[in-house]
């Protein structure tokens, strides 16, 4: 090599030394999980910023489910909105409302040229956060679905078999009486959600309509029916258990007071999230915990159908700079691999939303090993839903679920009884749903 041609060569080297890497696309990730989930959350994104350099997800906590879909709407409206969203299942109407601001993740993954294939999905699952058409508009995350826990040492104390949850409503009154008489516990049971365990999952499993409209995935028009012989018959035995003591109401909402009432051992059984898993195991290892299936009255039903889902989806949010998109849906991709969603829903005990991860579970024999882990999914899973069972999607949905709040304590203060507190929340809900459609 002559000495040009060598400088040459030196002096190209040392440039492209010398210019810095392209720096990383950054993508805004909104999300509502906080403590360990949200820990958890902010591995799962650095396992995809490690598997590649070009994108980088940058989750950052907003809060609540309601204050992170608020923010997200004001920040859009700003023009200041993230790429991704998480949103709460009920918020899926007024996502779905938003049409020119969400990017549907079906769309998404073609326009970018990902492979996307619904069928993978656990179908109760997709089935909720598609349209009319069956096209998927948001990507499932982390999905849950109610489920009963108990105490099986109060059940020994009791008399009763702690291998043998009560099945029907019947049983779970019965069991409550025994239990209390025994001063095993000095509750039967509590729950959790009054809305979305004690009125919208029960009619879901006894096959009643929740509203006209295919339970609002019919249209916006839809006007709520639940006030129905069931819901009125089970609100009425909700205030009379509540006033012999078989039942404690754990409160508004999430019923912050009904997880203390489990884990203290007052109460011998609770009703909540199958996502709570592992918090009831942490919390509760003064005894051992069972694991079981929602009662459901057998005098409607001879088996109950499946349960709906709670949780939340990410979507994709429209207005931002075109690269991120195709890093979103590199993401995306990434979420939907078998291990990622194992790992998830193992820590987490949110379901596996692909049957891919639910077969991985089996395969590491994680469900032999960890008794009730598959409840949730068997229960949702257990027959194909109907238009009754595979969910509700509303406008202005939050507040018919504090008008359902509201209503409740009226009948437990006996202010109402079980008919008018029921017909009063579809009068007002259906008023919600006339003002949410007004709007759009």
């Known amino acids: ?30 999300h509502a999980m ?69 990017y549907p993740v079906y769309q998404l993954m073609k326009d970018e040229g990902e492979a996307w294939d619904q069928s993978k999905f656990i179908a109760p699952v997709v089935g909720y956060y598609s349209d009319t058409s069956g096209n998927v508009l948001s990507l499932p995350f982390n999905s849950s679905t109610p489920i009963m826990y108990y105490n099986k040492d109060v059940f020994k104390k009791a008399g009763l078999d702690p291998e043998t949850p009560p099945k029907t409503w019947a049983d779970v009154e019965a069991f409550s009486r025994t239990i209390m008489k025994s001063g ?67 409160g508004p909402g999430g019923g912050d007071n009904a997880p203390p009432m489990f884990y203290s051992q007052e109460c011998a059984m609770y009703m909540n999230s199958s996502a709570g898993r592992a918090g009831v195991i942490n919390n ?61 829903h193992q820590f987490s005990g949110y379901l596996p939303i692909t049957e891919a991860a639910y077969k991985l579970g089996q395969d590491q024999g994680y469900y032999e090993k960890n008794p009730g882990a598959d409840i949730g999914i068997k229960q949702l899973t257990r027959v194909t839903p109907t238009d ?31 008919k008018e507190a029921v017909d009063s929340v579809v009068a007002r809900g259906n008023e919600q749903l006339r003002d949410f459609q007004s709007a759009n």
């Open 1 to 30: 090599m002559n000495k040009i041609a060598f400088f040459l060569s030196a002096g190209l080297t040392s440039l492209s030394l010398s210019v810095p890497a392209m720096a990383a696309t950054k993508i805004q990730w909104w």
């Open 34 to 102: 906080g403590g360990e989930n949200g820990a958890k959350l902010e591995q799962i994104a650095k396992g995809f910023n490690a598997s590649q350099s070009d994108y980088e997800i940058v989750p950052v906590f907003k809060g609540t489910y309601d204050e992170t879909l608020t923010g997200a709407i004001a920040a859009f409206r700003a023009n200041q909105q993230p790429a991704i969203v998480q949103v709460y299942e009920v918020g899926t109407g007024t996502m779905m409302a938003a049409q020119g601001a969400v």
């Open 184 to 250: 095993a516990a000095k509750c039967g049971f509590t729950s959790a959600w009054i809305s979305w365990i004690q009125t919208e999952n029960l009619n879901a499993l006894h096959d009643k309509p929740y509203s006209t409209k295919a339970n609002g995935f019919g249209g916006l028009d839809a006007e709520f029916t639940f006030n129905n012989d069931l819901t009125i018959r089970h609100w009425g035995n909700l205030k009379k258990w509540q006033d012999e003591g078989l039942f404690k109401f754990g």
């Open 284 to 344: 509760a290892k003064a005894f051992e915990v069972g694991f079981a299936p929602l009662p459901y009255y057998d005098d409607v039903i001879p088996q109950p159908l499946n349960s709906i889902i709670g949780g939340a989806t990410l979507w994709t949010l429209k207005g931002r700079p075109e690269e991120e998109y195709k890093g979103v849906a590199k993401f995306f991709t990434y979420l939907q691999k078998p291990e990622v969603q194992a790992d998830w």
């Open 388 to 418: 009754n069972s595979k969910g509700i999607r509303f406008g202005n949905y939050v507040q018919v679920r504090g008008i359902i709040d509201d209503e409740f304590a009226a009948l437990l203060g006996g202010k109402k009884t079980a």
